[in-house]
């Protein structure tokens, strides 16, 4: 298999892959190498297609698509801690779109590399609202594409459609995205803790942040901490997809994350439980959708739904244990099979790279590095580590003694008088509340 590339430089990295024309035929098979490799360690994967492959001859003829509902992005907060809220616009075509992310308004500023645009975009999420033409039923694969069509990737999340005829905009069909500089997609996971693919088709970068899936429970409780609030509304209120927090307070709080950016023509691909969020440059379009492996199985069995809302995705996951885990069916239905997840272990279709080829998970080094070849694994050593965080909000500064364990490997909440500091402020003038449409909006 083709050599890979592991980007960033802390925890679990993103690696990107560079399949070849024959490599790049089977979907799934190269899912399953890509784990192999322990790519989905860190949540998230970049794949860069063959470079004679295009899923479209040409976007020229695409002025005139209708984007029905796209959203403005009011975002309010302050000192990294922000929550989104989505006004629905009238419908406008494709063109209307870029025309308006051309404006001198909302057009991306000047900046010499991604750290700089990075910090403009933190600095000024809560300055003129952007539009984003989200969740748009379609693709613009052209029908003779069978690499990697987003409309047809043949994984076992088409057991839902083949077994019940039911069909889920968005997971199990293509969604179209219409971004522009400052539109963006808040902290969240997949539906159902399912994988997603991303491709971007044309225009300006997409930038994502992740968190390693095995780091997850604990960006929920930071998550939980500040926004107290929301938490007591609903167990899994980073489902409703408005919450943003900055790298900084990722940092701050020892949160793993790495980052990576989408350049048009790549591939983005999510992992089971991997939270993520991220923003676009500048007017560009993506398409997505979610699927699946055998191992996604065990996390769509253990997902946390949204509670308070009745148009949330809920997939059964009774024909899956019954078609791929039937020696646990039983198990199961009387509501004992409660096994923890491995988030290190790849899904049982990388076995016969695993063994065949005898490939095991790569060495993590500290700097970014080009593998060769397979290597063998190191076993990591685990510290327990105890700081000490000074917290400053508003005129107060208060010192607490903080250990990680206690914060981030209990299964307490972080203590709620530690909150956002603009937590009071977070409302929206009184002239647009009326118009605020709370639903999940804006998957990428």
């Not at 006004?87 to 870029?98: A, D, G, L, N, S």
């Not at 409309?151 to 905009?169: F, M, P």
């Amino acid at each position: 298999m083709t050599t890979d590339t592991a980007a960033q430089t802390v925890g679990s990295r993103i690696m990107t892959f560079n399949p070849s024309k024959e490599e790049f035929k089977d979907f799934s098979r190269y899912i399953a190498y890509m784990e192999s490799q322990g790519a989905h360690k860190a949540g998230m994967a970049k794949v860069i297609p063959p470079k004679d492959w295009k899923p479209r001859r040409t976007y020229d003829d695409i002025d005139d698509l209708v984007i029905p509902a796209p959203i403005q992005q009011v975002v309010t907060g302050q000192s990294g801690l922000f929550t989104q809220y989505n006004i629905q616009k009238k419908p406008m075509t494709v063109r209307e779109f870029r025309k308006t992310s051309n404006m001198d308004k909302f057009c991306n500023p000047r900046y010499v590399d991604f750290e700089e645009l990075e910090r403009k975009f933190w600095k000024n999420l809560t300055f003129n609202p952007p539009l984003y033409g989200a969740d748009v039923s379609g693709t613009l694969y052209d029908p003779d594409v069978t690499e990697w069509n987003i409309g047809r990737l043949n994984t076992i999340l088409d057991t839902v459609e083949n077994e019940s005829g039911i069909k889920i905009k968005g997971v199990n069909t293509p969604y179209l995205y219409f971004g522009m500089w400052k539109s963006t997609f808040a902290w969240h996971t997949e539906d159902m803790d399912l994988y997603s693919i991303n491709y971007l088709h044309f225009g300006e970068p997409k930038s994502w942040y992740v968190v390693p899936p095995e780091h997850g429970k604990r960006l929920e409780r930071l998550a939980k901490g500040f926004f107290p609030g929301n938490a007591q509304s609903c167990e899994a209120f980073l489902r409703h997809k408005m919450t943003l927090i900055s790298p900084s307070i990722l940092k701050k709080y020892g949160i793993p994350f790495e980052k990576v950016t989408q350049e048009a023509g790549q591939f983005i691909v999510t992992f089971p439980f991997g939270y993520h969020a991220g923003f676009n440059h500048g007017f560009n379009c993506a398409e997505s959708t979610n699927f699946a492996t055998q191992r996604w199985i065990d996390y769509g069995k253990q997902a946390t739904l949204c509670s308070c809302r009745q148009d949330m995705v809920k997939i059964s996951m009774d024909v899956f244990v019954r078609k791929f885990q039937p020696d646990r069916y039983k198990l199961w239905k009387a509501g004992k099979d409660n096994t923890p997840i491995d988030h290190s272990k790849p899904t049982p279709e990388a076995a016969e790279f695993l063994k065949e080829e005898k490939v095991e998970p790569m060495e993590e080094s500290p700097n970014e590095a080009v593998v060769q070849q397979p290597t063998n694994s190191v076993e990591e050593e685990k510290r327990s580590v105890l700081t000490f965080t000074v917290l400053t909000f508003g005129k107060q500064t208060k010192k607490k003694l903080h250990s990680f364990y206690q914060l981030f490997h209990s299964e307490q909440p972080i203590d709620t008088s530690v909150r956002d500091p603009g937590e009071k402020k977070l409302t929206l003038p009184s002239v647009i509340k009326t118009q605020v449409m709370m639903g999940p909006v804006g998957k990428k």
